[in-house]
C-alpha cells in the first residue's frame, strides 16, 4: 500500500537509464557550473579555474585562471561566441572571454559590478542576445546588467592584434603583445590579466530586486518581447519585462518550498526547483501555478536542464531524474556520490547534431555525461494521460483508511489530509491545513486561481470529505484499502464516497489551468469528519471565512444517481435531528426474580415513552411536525411519475423517502450483562428526525424534548429521564431557476447526451446548507456513481466513465460559469 505523495507515476521500467558515455575528472574540486557550445565543455570549479574539454575526444585541452574566487556560473552567449564567467568569494568579479575554434584566447574583459566586493557572490547569469545584454545574480539582492553597444567588433577581429594578412607564420601562436595569449596546445591560458575593465553602472542597478541571494535566472522570449526570471532565496520567482532600459516587474510567484535554487523554461512555462525537493511549475501568460511535482521530499534541488519537454533534475543526494509533459518519472538513476551542483543538455558533437547529451557536475570531482534523446512524439487518445493520473491518484487516497469514527485510524486521518493538501498543490493549487480542534481530523483549503485577465472572476467552493466509514473485511471482495479495477469499476472505500469525485474535480481544475482556461477561483474545502457529524468544521469555517470568501456558488458530488444509466443532478436533501434518550433509576441492576414487579423499570418506561412518539399508521404524535410540510406541486407529480419509470418503484415511495419527514427508532441499549433475569437500572435509546421544506430546526428540536419531556411526565415514574440533542442537520433544496443550476445542468447534458433527472435524497449533508448560510449563496450538488456503487455497503466502487466524464461535466460547468459571469460584467 503506496502512500507515497507524489502524484508523478514511476514509468522508469518503461524507459531507458541515460548510458554512461564518459566520465571526466576534476582534480581536487567541485564541479559548480557547466557550459559548453558546438565543440567544448567548460566546467567551472571550486579552485577558482574554469577547465575546457574537448567534445569529441573527452580530453583536458585548457584550463583558463583570472578568477580569485569560486567560479559559480557560466553562460555560453552563441551569438557572439563569447563565454561569461562569474566568480564568488571576494573580492567578486565576472570574465568575458572569447574563443577560437582552436581555442585561443583572444580577448578577455573583467567586468566590476556596482558596488565591487558589496555586490557579495555573483551566484548567475543569464544573456539575452536581443539585447546584447548580460544580467548578474547578486547575493546582495540586486539584479546588474550590462549592455553590449553596438557596433561591436566580431569575434574573428578580436582573434588578432593585427591584420590578416600581416601576420608572418612565426607569429601565429605568439603573444603579439597581448599578455595571457597562449598556445592552443598548451594545457592552460593564464589569463589572470585582463585587457579591458568595465564596470556596470549605477543605473542598471535593482537593488534589492528580491529579499535573498538571486541564486538563479533564465531570460525568456515570446510575443510580450524578453523577459527575465529571476529566483531568490526568499522562495520566490519574479518575472521582469526587459523591453525598457531598465527591467520592470511584471509579476511574482511565491514558491513556498525553500529558496529557488534552479530555474529553467520551456515557452510560456517556467520550472523553479526548490530547497526541499519541489519543482514548482508556472504558466507565464496567464500568471498562474499548474503543477508541482515532488521530486524528492527534504533533498535540495540544485539545477535543472531541459530537452525538449523532458525535464532532468538534479539533488543533493546525487540523484537524477527525468520528467516527462505529464509529469510523470521516466527515468531515475544514482548520476553521482554526492551533490549534484549543476546540469547542461548540449548536442553531442558537431558531426552527430542528432545526438544530445546530459552533462552534469558533483562536488565528487566527476564530470559525467549521459547519452539522452529526445523526448518522442506522443499523440495519447483523448483525457487519457489526465485519466492515468486521476486513476493513479484516486489509487493513492483510497489507501488511507481515513475512518474518523474510530479513535485508531485518527493518524490516518491526518495523513490522508496531509496528502489531499500535497497531491491538490501538485496540480496547481494555493493550499493549507485548518486546523479543527484537538481530536478532530484538519480540513484541506486548496484555491486553484483563475487565470488573470484584469478582471473580476466568480469563486466557486467546492465541498467534500476525505474521512470514510469502517469497512470490515466481511463481504469485500478485495481489500477495501488497495483499489482494485475490475470489468470498468474501481473498487475501494472511498472510490465513490467521496475521494473519487474530489479528485475528479480537482483533476478538472488541473486541465483547465493547463489549457490557460481556467476563468474562475476554485476553492477546495474537504473536511474529515463529515462520517461523524462533521465536528468542528462550522467553527473552523467561521473563523477562517476571511481566507476561504467571498464565495459565489457552492459546488458539491457527494451521492450517486437513482439509477445506474441516467445521470442526474440532486436539488434537495432532508434535515435530519438525532437524539438520545436515557431514563435510569437510582440502583444498580436488578434480579427479575427477586426485584421482578417491585420496581418500576426503566425499560417499560423507554418502551411506553418511544411508542408515544408514533401511532399505528406511522404518523409521528409531536405536536405541529407537519404543519410547515410543502404540499407537493403539480410539477412534483409529474417528476415523481418519470422516475417511477425510471425505477420501476412507486412515486408515493420515492415521494416519501425524499420529501416526506420521517422518524426512526435506531437502536435501544441496556446496562448490565443483557440476560434474560436481570433488570436493567439504565436505558437509553438512538432515535432520529428527517426533515424536509420549510419545517424550522429549532422549532422541531424544541417540540421533541418539550413532548418527550411531557410524556415522560405521564408516565409518573419514579425514574429519571435525559434528553440530548447529540446533532442537527438542517434541509436543502436547490435553486432550480437560478443560472448556476442552468449551467450544471446544460454542462451534464452535454456531456452525457441527454437531459440529468432531477433527483432529491433522503440523506443529510449537514454542511451544505449551513455553508449556503454562512457564503450567502447557493448550492448545487452533482452526483457522480451509479445507484450500484455500494456507498458504505461492503465493495464499494465507481465506474470508470463515470469518474471521467465527472471530470468533463465540472469542466464544462466552470467554463460556463466563467462565459456567463463575463456577460453579466459587460452587460
Not at 242 to 261: I, K, M, N, Q, R
Not at 363 to 373: A, G, L, M, T
Not at 563 to 573: F, K, V
Request: net charge negative.
Amino acid at each position: 500500500m503506496s502512500r507515497a505523495a507524489s502524484l508523478s507515476r514511476d514509468l522508469q521500467r518503461n524507459e531507458p537509464v541515460p548510458l554512461l558515455v564518459h566520465s571526466l575528472h576534476e582534480s581536487r574540486s567541485s564541479v559548480l557550473s557547466l557550459a559548453a557550445n558546438e565543440e567544448y565543455i567548460f566546467s567551472g570549479n571550486q579552485n577558482k579555474d574554469i577547465s575546457v574539454w574537448d567534445k569529441k575526444t573527452f580530453q583536458l585541452k585548457s584550463t583558463l585562471r583570472g578568477h580569485t574566487g569560486s567560479v559559480l556560473d557560466l553562460e555560453y552567449a552563441k551569438d557572439k561566441k563569447w563565454l561569461f564567467s562569474s566568480s564568488g568569494m571576494k573580492p567578486s568579479s565576472f570574465r568575458l572571454a572569447l574563443y577560437s575554434k582552436r581555442l585561443d584566447l583572444a580577448k578577455l574583459y573583467l567586468i566590476d559590478p556596482r558596488l565591487g566586493e558589496g555586490a557579495g557572490d555573483l551566484f548567475s547569469l543569464a544573456w539575452s542576445s536581443e539585447l546584447q545584454t548580460i544580467f548578474v545574480g547578486c547575493q546582495n539582492t540586486s539584479l546588474q546588467w550590462y549592455t553590449f553597444q553596438d557596433p561591436m567588433p566580431s569575434s574573428a577581429s578580436f582573434f588578432d592584434s593585427y591584420p590578416q594578412y600581416e601576420r608572418k607564420p612565426a607569429d601565429i601562436f605568439a603573444n603579439n603583445g597581448m599578455p595571457g595569449r597562449g598556445s592552443p596546445d598548451s594545457d592552460r591560458s593564464d589569463v589572470s590579466t585582463p585587457q579591458e575593465y568595465l564596470s556596470i553602472p549605477s543605473s542598471n542597478v535593482i537593488d534589492p530586486a528580491h529579499y535573498g541571494y538571486i541564486y538563479c535566472m533564465v531570460v525568456l522570449h515570446s510575443d510580450r518581447g524578453v523577459e527575465l526570471a529571476t529566483g531568490s532565496g526568499d522562495e520566490t520567482v519574479k518575472l521582469w519585462s526587459c523591453d525598457s532600459e531598465t527591467p520592470e516587474l511584471v509579476h511574482e510567484f511565491f514558491c513556498s518550498h525553500g529558496a529557488v535554487l534552479a530555474l529553467v523554461a520551456l515557452g510560456d512555462t517556467i520550472y523553479a526547483g526548490c530547497q526541499d525537493g519541489y519543482v514548482r511549475v508556472f504558466d507565464l501568460e496567464t500568471k498562474t501555478l499548474v503543477r508541482t511535482i515532488i521530486v524528492q521530499e527534504g533533498i535540495d534541488i540544485i539545477a535543472m536542464s531541459m530537452l525538449g519537454s523532458d525535464l532532468y533534475t538534479c539533488t543533493a543526494n546525487g540523484w537524477i531524474k527525468r520528467w516527462s509533459a505529464s509529469f510523470d518519472c521516466t527515468a531515475s538513476w544514482k548520476g553521482h556520490d554526492g551533490i549534484v551542483l549543476s546540469s547542461i543538455v548540449t548536442n553531442r558533437s558537431d558531426s552527430d547534431s542528432s545526438g544530445f547529451c546530459l552533462i552534469s557536475g558533483g562536488n565528487d570531482e566527476h564530470i559525467k555525461v549521459w547519452e539522452v534523446q529526445s523526448p518522442r512524439i506522443r499523440i495519447p487518445s483523448p483525457n487519457a494521460s489526465d485519466l492515468d493520473t486521476l486513476i493513479h491518484a484516486l489509487s493513492k487516497f483510497v489507501a488511507f483508511p481515513s475512518i474518523s469514527s474510530d479513535p485508531s485510524h485518527r493518524e490516518d486521518c491526518r495523513q490522508a489530509a496531509i496528502w489531499l493538501r500535497k497531491c491538490l498543490g501538485q496540480l496547481g493549487a494555493h493550499t493549507s491545513l485548518l486546523p479543527t480542534g484537538e481530536g478532530n481530523s484538519p480540513i484541506v483549503l486548496a484555491t486553484f486561481e483563475g487565470s488573470i485577465r484584469g478582471k473580476s472572476k466568480p469563486k466557486i467552493l467546492f465541498y467534500g470529505h476525505y474521512d470514510v466509514i469502517p469497512a470490515p473485511s466481511n463481504g469485500w471482495d478485495s481489500d477495501p484499502f488497495h483499489m482494485t479495477g475490475r470489468n470498468g469499476y474501481l473498487y475501494g472505500r472511498g472510490a465513490t464516497d467521496n475521494k473519487g469525485p474530489i479528485l475528479a474535480a480537482a483533476s478538472a481544475a488541473a486541465e483547465l489551468l493547463a489549457r490557460r482556461a481556467l476563468e474562475v477561483d476554485l476553492v477546495f474545502l474537504i473536511e474529515g469528519e463529515e462520517e461523524c457529524g462533521s465536528k468542528g468544521f462550522a467553527e473552523t469555517v467561521r473563523k477562517h471565512k476571511d481566507a476561504i470568501g467571498p464565495i459565489d456558488a457552492i459546488l458539491v458530488s457527494n451521492s450517486t444517481w437513482i439509477a445506474d444509466d441516467r445521470p442526474c443532478i440532486t436539488y434537495g436533501l432532508r434535515g435530519v435531528v438525532h437524539c438520545a434518550v436515557e431514563i435510569s433509576n437510582d440502583r444498580p441492576d436488578l434480579h427479575s426474580g427477586i426485584e421482578g414487579g417491585a420496581v418500576a423499570e426503566p425499560m417499560v418506561d423507554m418502551v411506553r415513552l418511544l411508542a408515544s412518539l408514533i401511532d399505528g399508521k406511522r404518523v409521528v404524535q409531536i405536536p405541529g411536525f407537519y404543519d410547515r410540510v410543502r404540499p407537493q406541486t403539480e410539477d412534483e407529480k409529474l417528476l415523481y411519475k418519470l422516475l417511477s419509470k425510471v425505477t420501476s418503484r412507486p412515486a408515493s415511495l420515492l415521494s416519501s423517502r425524499w420529501r416526506e419527514p420521517s422518524f426512526t427508532i435506531h437502536n435501544v441499549e441496556i446496562s448490565g450483562p443483557k440476560n434474560a433475569t436481570v433488570i436493567p437500572g439504565t436505558v437509553s435509546a438512538q432515535l432520529s428526525l428527517r426533515l424536509v421544506p420549510d419545517q424550522d430546526l429549532d422549532t422541531i428540536v424544541k417540540s421533541l424534548r418539550d413532548y418527550l419531556q411531557k410524556s415522560f411526565d405521564n408516565l409518573q415514574s419514579p425514574n429519571k429521564l435525559i434528553i440530548n440533542v447529540e446533532h442537527t442537520a438542517d434541509w436543502w433544496l436547490g435553486d432550480l431557476d437560478g443560472h448556476w443550476f442552468k449551467s450544471l445542468e446544460s454542462a451534464v447534458q452535454e456531456e452525457w447526451g441527454e437531459e440529468p433527472l432531477r433527483i432529491r435524497e433522503g440523506g443529510s449533508i449537514p454542511s451544505i446548507p449551513y455553508l449556503e448560510k454562512e457564503f450567502g449563496c447557493h448550492a448545487l450538488h452533482l452526483p457522480m456513481g451509479q445507484s450500484s456503487d455500494q456507498a458504505h455497503l461492503p465493495n464499494e466502487r465507481i465506474s470508470l466513465a463515470n469518474l471521467r466524464k465527472g471530470k468533463a461535466v465540472i469542466e464544462r460547468f466552470l467554463l460556463k460559469a466563467a462565459s456567463q459571469h463575463a456577460e453579466e460584467s459587460t452587460s
